[in-house]
């Protein structure tokens, strides 16, 4: 187990230096470079920036730049903003509840709705339930996010009036029911694709797990079918779904990413599309780094799980 533990840690360390020095890359080779939105300023002249590209060691080559910025990353200093001086763990911060409440708030939907329309898809293959969960699935992966999100708010805000359009809570309320009422109608909307997903896999993995000699053995015992199902058929196949949970935060960050936009949802998402508009590359840089780990733990995570749970897979 130590050694399975320090080779997915070696490998998600490799991992998040490679994805440092293409985006810091990236970032700096963009049109207009860093010091872009300061050229927007009529009262900036040339001498201006080039002294400002000196004080924030712009100037500098490239690789210099990075490691510089890698070296002060570790010791815990991620810089600070452009736009106010901030520093950028103070500025993520801010952000990052907001982020984890959709995003919990949706995962949970997703895994909960996803496991059991996979689990009765299975129970019932070829039923009429199946074939509308096959092709609902098909809808939701097809259709885009902001699309489900401007619909939602067309139907059930501006409609039927039942849910707010967006913000996190009303201005002088900010209770715990004022939050789940504005948390309902994005948090749906970013689950349903993963309740597509989830669903199929769940299919897939309920099937494959009714074909085994134990269901068999089981069934031959005079052992219920609603025993064999919860003990035995569910928990194996919820094996590959613990490292499907972990794969499936990348989408969760990008579709966080759209929903907070349409939604104007305070989190990560929506405050990386406005630092990547204002050019405020040191957020941009620490959003990017941050996403990257949750990423990485979140996979670290389901596999030492699987590992756990799976002998085979550990002794391996």
């Given at each position: ?60 080559p ?41 995003m919990?708030?949706?995962t ?16 019932h ?45 009303a ?43 134990f269901?068999?053995t ?10 064999i ?18 794969v ?67 002794l391996?």
């Open positions: 187990m130590p050694r399975f533990l320090l080779n997915r840690l070696s490998q998600s360390i490799v991992l998040l230096v490679i994805v440092s020095i293409i985006g810091f890359t990236v970032l700096n080779l963009m049109p207009g470079g860093p010091l872009a939105q300061f050229g927007l300023d009529p009262g900036m002249t040339q001498k201006d920036i080039a002294r400002l590209s000196e004080q924030l060691g712009l100037n500098r490239l690789w210099i730049q990075y490691f510089d910025w890698a070296w002060r990353l570790v010791q815990g200093d991620w810089g600070h903003s452009y736009r106010d001086g901030s520093s950028v763990l103070t500025v993520i911060s801010r952000h990052l509840l907001a982020t984890l409440l959709l919990g708030t949706s949970a939907l997703a895994i909960a709705i996803g496991s059991w329309i996979g689990i009765r898809g299975a129970t293959r070829y039923s009429l339930f199946d074939y509308c969960a096959t092709v609902g699935a098909m809808v939701a992966l097809s259709v885009p996010t902001f699309w489900f999100g401007l619909i939602g708010i067309y139907i059930f805000t501006l409609k039927l009036g039942w849910v707010p359009a967006g913000n996190m809570y201005i002088g309320d900010g209770s715990v029911l004022d939050y789940l009422h504005h948390l309902i109608l994005p948090s749906v909307v970013l689950s349903l694709v993963h309740v597509a997903i989830w669903s199929r896999y769940m299919r897939t993995a309920t099937l494959d797990a009714l074909t085994q000699d269901v068999k089981a069934r031959a015992k005079g052992v219920s079918e609603r025993r199902l919860l003990k035995h058929v569910v928990g194996n196949a919820l094996l590959p779904m613990i490292t499907l949970a972990g499936q935060l990348p989408s969760l960050l990008t579709g966080a990413l759209v929903t907070e936009t349409v939604f104007t949802w305070p989190g990560m998402g929506r405050l990386f599309l406005d630092s990547l508009g204002y050019s405020d590359y040191p957020v941009v840089m620490g959003l990017l780094i941050f996403s990257a780990v949750l990423v990485v733990l979140g996979n670290l995570i389901a596999d030492i799980v699987v590992a756990v749970v799976d002998p085979r897979i550990r391996s």
